[in-house]
């Protein structure tokens, strides 16, 4: 009975990743807009698609979260190669988040002050899944949330190492963590 139950479990744990593995998020269409734009930190891409979507008007603001605290915002429109001016109108920097959990709280509170409706969510495909997961129970149910995932190459490691997070992250919302 254990051993079925065992096999069974690692059976649709299997199923599950192919899905995950197989379907990762894709880049948003052209031409949805939003009010706001929320970049999570943390791969290549990112911030570079944001700030794109944002000059293409595409949004009011932007929300880079998980910013390292010693960066200021000219040094990200050099960077970024990003007008000056955009930067300073419509530009965040969010210092306080670390993980995608506190990336997700950062973002709702940006998005709560803001008394936004609609965001586009950017960060990598691997990472979009469990990003929007937190950042919908961050927000609950009254905000629109596009997905705008960035395009990556992960590698098979990273895809089971993401795909574990995921279902931790599950399993504590159920449990109230």
């Not at 744990?13 to 197989?22: H, R």
């Not at 929007?132 to 009254?142: K, M, P």
Request: net charge positive; aromatic share 6%; charged share 25%.
């Amino acid at each position: 009975m254990i051993v079925r139950a065992a096999a069974a479990a690692l059976l649709l744990w299997i199923a599950g990743f192919m899905a995950f593995a197989l379907f990762l998020p894709q880049p948003a269409p052209d031409g949805v807009v939003t009010e706001g734009i929320v970049v999570m930190t943390g791969g290549r891409g990112r911030v570079e698609r944001g700030l794109r979507l944002l000059e293409a008007k595409q949004a009011k603001r932007l929300l880079i979260s998980g910013a390292d605290r010693r960066v200021r915002p000219h040094e990200l429109a050099v960077q970024f190669k990003a007008p000056m001016a955009l930067v300073e109108c419509c530009v965040d920097l969010g210092h306080e988040s670390v993980d995608t959990r506190s990336n997700a709280a950062e973002a709702a509170g940006w998005i709560a002050r803001r008394r936004y409706t609609s965001i586009r969510l950017v960060t990598s495909d691997w990472h979009m899944v469990r990003a929007r997961f937190d950042l919908r129970n961050a927000t609950g149910d009254g905000l629109e949330i596009v997905t705008d995932a960035v395009p990556t190459e992960p590698g098979l490691i990273d895809l089971v190492r993401e795909y574990n997070k995921y279902l931790l992250r599950r399993i504590a919302a159920l449990i109230g963590i």
